[in-house]
């Protein structure tokens, strides 16, 4: 095949920790079709990671892989696609993440477009790549460090330009929910990719790059980012975030002397939606907090407290990113950060209202047991500093009860139900039905509340192996904020012609409480995403061109020189095929029709909508709900019975051989 020279850099590293080999793969054998990010981790995955590898065999592979725009003048294109095949869910399944900061775009001034890692070294190693060179090194004087002490010991070695992918004690003791950090703030936070890495006996990989990456049209890249700067509505979605959330604790101590704040962003970002604190008073590290994790941490400081963002709360995060464990999950699924009275809290703090956690049986200050409404109660423990730090050092280490939860929150809870006393086995049993629903419909990510539309229902329902950001796609239905945000009536005008234009009535499809039409937005938002993933660029990013619907393909042709096609087109070849390989690779490891599906909890009765707030959890008929993903399935070209797509679809986006492979070496039938 031709080499890619412009946007693309032309090879992929492939390390084989096993033997030490290091060899280089042309990326021109997976683009132009697959252009890169998570669409081309899908099809090395597909090609490479059949479905009876396990995810700490060494025959997992961890793909870490850059697209075409990542690293040029495009606004928010800086993110790291990083797949493998998760230890989260029963059964383990494959999943991606889609971390920002720098990391990834040095990764291309380094000379690479990714890195495929494979095979688990006999002792503890890390990756040195610069300038087109790569080297593994030993890595026994970082095993066992904090991933802030990697980052510093890395930088010392290097220099300070030098950009970090580090694993804390969590990914090398096998946490399931261990992260890999990068830059010192971003995580790599759903899927445990943390403990992948560490079942490689991979610390860390440090990259530090002097390259650039050719562009085919310059000039016309760079009147693109002026375009996005004059289209744009000049948000800053840092202070959107922090603005509402953070005059509590944290102002206080910035005002007194006792902190600095400063806002910050991703590598080529316009949009701030970050806060770096370095205080005087608190043993913890000066760091980045992004959106993701200052969200989490404001709803626990709230229901204990009754303020938004405490400095309890900034701890509780950075000491997560020290140990290396995922705040989206120990904070949004075990530490309580929303009590209503008519589901609870999450549950560490329900088995607490059982009986079912105690001091005695956990040896965590987990407080009285009873049911308290009230925020202002000095004796619960669940989700108070002590509790915060005794639960994560036990969960990192693998400690008495840590050595439990460490398996994760679904294994965690069916050997709470197995183990319960006879009395308590009820009450502990109506908890995992609540909470869990991974098992039967292999998910990363289970949400307790959604809160938006149909559009959320459709794509939590198929699309449940990442996250709450893929499952939640969201470009035009989530992308109404920046209008309630401050939008002109101009802006409101063009993102409505742009929505008709594409959709035809915008009414019926933009009114998320209605289910009409909602399979079509779900479709093309899912498609939108993995656009957005391949490139790779930030998903705020849309924030700020809402209105330019086409920029992800303008700014693709731009950089590498591959002729424009027609939008529709566009979708067709980038999201919609990718897609499918996503959902071949779900149905070559076991995902069908009935998986698609959403917790009983949320399909009981229809009480949609929830009158008290947007925070509740939606119900659904599930009649209704059945009739709208038929809908789904007939759109998609996939079978209404089993949910595989059919012959006629793969063949219709040029992957015959994906059809063929499902039925020859999976047994799989595909429809025609």
């Known amino acids: 095949m031709a080499e890619l020279n412009h946007g693309w850099v032309g090879k992929i590293l492939r390390v084989d920790l096993t033997n030490g080999k290091l060899t280089e793969v042309p990326t021109s054998n997976y683009a132009p079709k697959f252009i890169g990010g998570r669409s081309m981790g899908a099809k090395i995955y597909w090609d490479e990671v059949p479905p009876e590898v396990g995810a700490f065999d060494p025959e997992n592979k961890l793909i870490m892989m850059q697209g075409p725009v990542n690293g040029t003048v495009i606004p928010n294109a800086c993110r790291t696609s990083i797949t493998a095949k998760s230890p989260i869910p029963i059964p383990e399944c494959y999943s991606y993440s889609i971390p920002g900061g720098h990391w990834g775009p040095e990764l291309k001034f380094a000379g690479y477009d990714g ?8 002792e503890p190693v890390y990756l040195w790549i610069h300038d087109g060179v790569a080297e593994i090194k030993k890595a026994g004087f970082l095993w066992g460090q904090l991933t802030s002490t990697v980052d510093q010991e890395l930088k010392q070695l290097y220099g300070l330009q030098t950009k970090t992918m580090v694993i804390g004690p969590a990914g090398e003791n096998l946490v399931r929910e261990a992260v890999i950090l990068l830059d010192g703030f971003a995580a790599a936070g759903m899927g445990g990719f943390g403990a992948v890495m560490g079942s490689k006996n991979l610390k860390a990989i440090a990259v530090r790059g002097t390259g650039s990456v050719k562009i085919a049209e310059p000039q016309k890249l ?32 910035v005002a007194e ?73 120990i904070i949004g699924h075990t530490v309580p950060w929303f009590v209503e009275g008519h589901h609870g809290g999450t549950w560490a703090t329900e088995l607490v209202w059982a009986g079912l956690w105690t001091p005695e049986n956990t040896g965590l200050p987990v407080g009285p047991n009873r049911n308290p409404y009230s925020n202002s109660d000095p004796e619960l423990g669940v989700g108070t500093k002590e509790f915060n730090r005794a639960l994560l050092k036990k969960v990192a280490y693998r400690e008495g009860i840590g050595d439990l939860i460490a398996e994760g929150q679904q294994r965690y809870l069916k050997h709470v139900v197995e183990t319960a006393p006879v009395e308590l086995r009820e009450a502990a049993q109506e908890i995992y039905d609540r909470v869990v629903w991974g098992e039967s419909h292999r998910s990363i990510w289970q949400p307790r509340h959604i809160a938006d539309g149909w559009v959320r229902f459709i794509t939590n329902a198929v699309h449940m192996v990442h996250g709450p950001a893929a499952a939640g796609t969201g470009i035009f239905s989530d992308n109404m904020f920046p209008l309630i945000a401050g939008g002109s009536e101009e802006y409101k005008e063009e993102y409505i012609k742009q929505a008709v234009e594409f959709f035809g009535e915008f009414e019926k499809h933009f009114d998320m409480e209605i289910p009409d039409y909602k399979a079509e937005v779900a479709i093309y938002e899912q498609n939108v995403s993995m656009e957005r993933d391949s490139l790779t660029s930030c998903m705020y990013g849309a924030a700020g061109y809402f209105t330019m619907r086409d920029f992800g393909l303008k700014s693709f042709s731009a950089a590498t020189g591959q002729s424009e096609v027609d939008f529709k087109d566009w979708l067709k070849q980038v999201g919609e095929r990718s897609y499918n390989l996503e959902r071949a690779i779900m149905v070559r490891e076991g995902r069908r029709r009935e998986h698609d599906t959403m917790n009983e909890y949320h399909l009981t009765e229809a009480k949609w909508p929830e009158p008290d707030g947007p925070s509740v959890s939606r119900f659904l008929d599930k009649d209704l709900f059945n009739e709208v993903m038929d809908e789904y399935y007939t759109l998609r070209g996939w079978d209404l019975t089993t949910g595989i797509p059919t012959r006629s679809k793969l063949e219709e986006l040029g992957m015959e051989d994906v059809a063929d492979d499902l039925e020859q070496k999976y047994g799989v039938t595909v429809t025609a």
């Not at 890195?115 to 006999?122: D, V």
């Not at 760079?222 to 375009?227: A, E, G, P, T």
Request: a negative charge; hydrophobic letters at 35%; one cysteine or more.
């Open 115 to 122: 890195i495929i890692i494979e095979g688990e070294s006999p």
């Open 222 to 253: 760079i009147d693109l980012r002026q375009d996005w700067a004059s289209a744009g509505l000049g948000l800053d979605v840092g202070e959107v975030f922090y603005g509402l959330f953070f005059p509590t604790h944290l102002s206080d101590a």
């Open 257 to 329: 002397g006792r902190a600095t704040k400063k806002d910050a962003g991703c590598w080529g970002c316009q949009l701030n939606c970050q806060v770096g604190l370095r205080f005087q008073d608190l043993d913890v590290q000066s760091s980045l907090a992004t959106c993701n994790d200052i969200s989490e941490m404001q709803q626990d400081d709230f229901f204990r407290t009754g303020q938004y963002m405490t400095t309890d709360g900034w701890e509780f995060g950075r000491l997560c990113n020290d140990l290396g464990i995922s705040i989206t999950q």
